[in-house]
Structures are given as C-alpha cells and as structure tokens.
C-alpha cells in the first residue's frame, strides 16, 4: 500500500530525503485506466512516484457537480499501489487553501475560449491547484492526459511563465475498444449512452468540417457546444444527457477527404 501524507510540509520534508528523481500524477480521484497509464509511465521514468487525489472545489461550475463528484479513496489507493505509486498526497481543502481562496492563477487569453467559454472560471481554479500542486510536490516530472489537451496547454503556459522546475510530460489519451476516451464522467452513462458517445471520437476523426461535426453531433442527439481545430488537434464538447463529455484527436487522425 502507498504511504498516504496530507500535510504538504510532511511531504516536502520527505522528498527532501529521497534520492533520485519524482514523478508526480496529479488526479481528483474515481480513477480508471487514462489515470493509471499516467502512472506507469511515470514509473518507467522515474526513481520514485507521487500521486495526489484532491477534488479541487474551485475548478467545479457548480457546487452540486464537486459534491455530486464520485469520492472512491480506498479503490483508488489500490490501483495506485498496484501501478507502482509509493506516495499519495491526499489534503484536505483547509491545506491546500490556508489563504481562504483569496489568491489564484489567472490567464487572459487560453483559458477564455472552447471550455473557458462554457465554464467560465474552470481554468482559474484548475491553474491555481496545479501551481500549489506542482510547489508542493517538488517533482521532477509532473504526467498530464491529452484528454484534457486545453488544461495541458495550459499548464506548460503556466510552468513557462513561472519559471517551474518541473518538465510537463503529455501522456496520450487511453481510449475503450470503441473509441470512447476514458472519463470519469462515463461512469454516469447508460449502456445506450456509451454506445452512442463513441460518435464523438468517430465524428472528430472524419472528413467532415467543425460545423459539420457539430450539426452531426446534434443529429444524433448531444447537445454540442463546440467543435473547433486548433493547436494540431480537433477539439469537441457535447452533453450527452446530463453529462458533459470532452474530446480531441490530433489532426494527423481526421480524414482528408469528407467521408465519414
Ligand atoms: O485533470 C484533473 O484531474 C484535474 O484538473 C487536476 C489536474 C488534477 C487538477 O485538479
């Protein structure tokens, strides 16, 4: 079992010790498989490895959504043990916010468009619990999913422009037999709504143009938010009932022609 530390004086003081390098996996628990693949590679690549499970209360829209969040401690302690994690910070919101919530990370320009437009202050919240994150981890390496690939753009913005210590390492996204990338929020879907999200991935890899995929995605019965090509990838978010699903596949992945 990984030696469990929620005081991040107690952790500095205890990666002060080690020697070799840390990887650190950042999560908000209710883990699966994307989580766990982070983890191993940081395994493969470092001498030790850190992993936090803090639901982070700023990056939530709604505060029924961080209670609603799917808390699964002990499950998630197993399946880190088993991926080889030696160390899980897991704080209270006490630790992590002894200013109140009075400073945060803001960016200007990223983080107010595609899912900044549609969960405005998301990206404050997430910034400002990786930066506390990544000074308290004092890590090496720090593993980010390119499932959230406007959150990892983020954050490597954030560790330039601070001048962090740590090298951001994109792990790509695990996807089920499917297609479907792994979520947290799958967990919330039917069996007829996990069926009919793989159109989301298949959709983004076609031949068809951003409006297109989101009058499609509409067809089928989402409630698309947005579509967009950028940064190398195509980039989408649609509801699917009460669930709100992200995904993006790099542009070497569509189709260059229109057939879907
Ligand atoms: O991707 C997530 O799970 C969260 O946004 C993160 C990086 C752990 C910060 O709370």
Same mark, same amino acid.
Not at 113 to 134: A, D, N, S, Y
């Given at each position: 079992?990984?030696?469990?530390?929620?005081?991040?004086?107690?952790?500095?003081?205890?990666?002060?010790? *080690?020697?070799? @390098?840390?990887?650190?996996?950042?999560?908000?628990?209710?883990?699966?498989?994307?989580?766990?693949?982070?983890?191993?590679?940081?395994?493969?690549?470092?001498?030790?490895?850190?992993?936090?499970? $803090?639901?982070?209360?700023?990056? $939530?829209?709604?505060?029924?959504?961080?209670?609603?969040?799917?808390?699964? %401690?002990?499950?998630?302690?197993?399946?880190?043990?088993?991926?080889?994690?030696?160390?899980? %910070?897991? #704080?209270?919101?006490?630790?992590?916010?002894?200013?109140?919530?009075? +400073?945060?990370v803001t960016e200007t320009v990223i983080s107010k468009e595609l899912e900044g437009e549609f969960r405005p202050g998301h990206f404050q919240g997430m910034l400002t619990v990786v930066l506390k994150l990544l000074n308290i981890a004092q890590a090496d390496k720090a593993? %980010?999913?390119?499932?959230?690939?406007?959150?990892?753009?983020?954050?490597?913005? !954030?560790?330039?422009? $601070?001048?962090?210590?740590?090298?951001?390492?994109?792990?790509?996204?695990?996807?089920?037999?499917?297609?479907?990338? *792994? @979520?947290?929020?799958?967990?919330? +879907? @039917? #069996?007829?709504?996990?069926?009919?999200?793989?159109?989301?991935?298949?959709?983004?890899?076609?031949?068809?143009?951003?409006?297109?995929? !989101?009058?499609?995605? &509409?067809?089928?019965?989402?409630?698309?938010?947005?579509?967009?090509?950028?940064?190398?990838?195509?980039? &989408?978010?649609?509801?699917?009932?009460?669930?709100?699903?992200?995904d993006n596949v790099p542009l070497s992945e569509v189709k260059k022609d229109r057939a879907a």
């Amino acid at each position: 079992m990984p030696t469990i530390v929620s005081d991040p004086k107690k952790w500095q003081k205890l990666r002060a010790g *080690l020697k070799g @390098s840390v990887g650190f996996v950042p999560t908000m628990g209710n883990l699966h498989e994307g989580h766990i693949e982070l983890c191993r590679r940081a395994r493969k690549e470092c001498d030790h490895v850190l992993a936090s499970i $803090f639901v982070n209360p700023t990056q $939530f829209n709604q505060r029924s959504d961080y209670e609603k969040y799917a808390r699964t %401690f002990d499950a998630d302690c197993k399946l880190l043990g088993e991926a080889g994690v030696e160390y899980i %910070f897991n #704080p209270d919101e006490k630790a992590m916010y002894p200013d109140n919530y009075e +400073l945060q990370v803001t960016e200007t320009v990223i983080s107010k468009e595609l899912e900044g437009e549609f969960r405005p202050g998301h990206f404050q919240g997430m910034l400002t619990v990786v930066l506390k994150l990544l000074n308290i981890a004092q890590a090496d390496k720090a593993y %980010f999913g390119e499932k959230d690939f406007q959150q990892l753009t983020l954050v490597k913005k !954030m560790v330039e422009a $601070f001048f962090i210590p740590t090298e951001i390492i994109p792990v790509p996204t695990v996807r089920a037999d499917s297609g479907l990338a *792994l @979520s947290s929020r799958n967990g919330r +879907l @039917s #069996p007829e709504q996990l069926k009919k999200a793989t159109e989301i991935s298949r959709l983004l890899k076609s031949g068809y143009s951003d409006e297109e995929v !989101m009058k499609k995605l &509409a067809e089928a019965g989402f409630k698309p938010e947005y579509v967009a090509t950028k940064w190398g990838r195509r980039l &989408a978010a649609a509801w699917l009932g009460d669930v709100r699903l992200i995904d993006n596949v790099p542009l070497s992945e569509v189709k260059k022609d229109r057939a879907a």
